[in-house]
């Protein structure tokens, strides 16, 4: 691509911004959205699924949702925050929903077997299942947290699985693309690393998946915690 070619190619994403920009001055909304989930109603401001959310469908009912937050309070979409898709501030709720403890899956040899709890989410049964896979011992502790690589890795920006308690007592457990101490490199780069988890919560009766900025595990209980508040003040009495 030539000089000329960039700088053509430089404007017409600069006139897309700035369209894009008009449709969120006109299409932003806080308007509440309200839907049930296994017969609870739940009642979301609408910018913390999308920031253009004035004409969205805003009843219904739902088998799951996700929405997003941003550090450091944990609030939705504002006029401001919406334009840079790799925010490190960004929280990624990628789905809430209930699970079928009793469902029946297809066996291997014929027939149907009634799911393990690894295949609900069950965090501490999903731990063991890949336990084999990583090391003896943990060579990681840090942030209340202990760290496995995977047996055989000799990269140093190798995953790493990190076990923990919850605040409300529950085992947890979720992997980061690699260890801190590689992320300050990574982090300039626009595929950051991330940190992942996914796990059903038997206190609370609902499967969650989400991931954010590895910029920020220190604060790994602090933001799952905010999830979970935020679900719990969405949800009518």
């Known amino acids: 691509m030539n000089a000329s070619e960039l700088a053509r190619l430089r404007e017409k994403m600069k006139q897309a911004e700035e369209q894009e920009a008009k449709e969120v001055e006109k299409l932003y909304s806080t308007k509440p959205v309200r839907f049930r989930m296994v017969g609870q109603q ?21 088998q799951g949702f996700g929405f997003f937050l941003f550090l450091p309070d944990f ?32 066996f291997s040899l014929g ?43 000799v990269s140093a920006t190798s995953p790493v699985v990190w076990t923990g308690m919850r605040s409300n007592g529950e085992f947890f457990f979720f992997e980061s693309s ?28 609902l499967f969650i998946s989400y991931f954010y900025s590895q910029n920020h595990i220190a604060k790994w209980r602090e933001i799952d915690d905010a999830i979970w508040a935020k679900i719990h003040g969405w949800r009518m009495k």
């Open 178 to 205: 690699m260890p801190p101490e590689g992320s300050a490199e990574s982090a300039r780069d626009p595929d950051n690393p991330l940190c992942k988890t996914q796990y059903y919560s038997a206190q609370e009766d």
């Open 75 to 106: 609030g939705g979409y504002t006029k401001d925050n919406w334009s840079d898709r790799f925010d490190h501030r960004l929280i990624h709720i990628l789905e809430i929903k209930p699970v079928d403890k009793n469902a029946m899956i297809p």
């Open 42 to 62: 739940y009642v979301v401001p609408a910018n913390y699924f999308t920031y253009k959310g004035r004409d969205e469908l805003d009843t219904g009912d739902s």
């Open 111 to 153: 027939g149907y077997v009634k799911a393990e709890p690894a295949n609900y989410g069950d965090p501490r049964s999903r731990f063991l299942n890949i336990r084999p896979l990583l090391e003896d011992q943990p060579s990681l502790r840090l942030y209340g947290l202990e760290g496995y690589r995977r047996k055989g890795a």
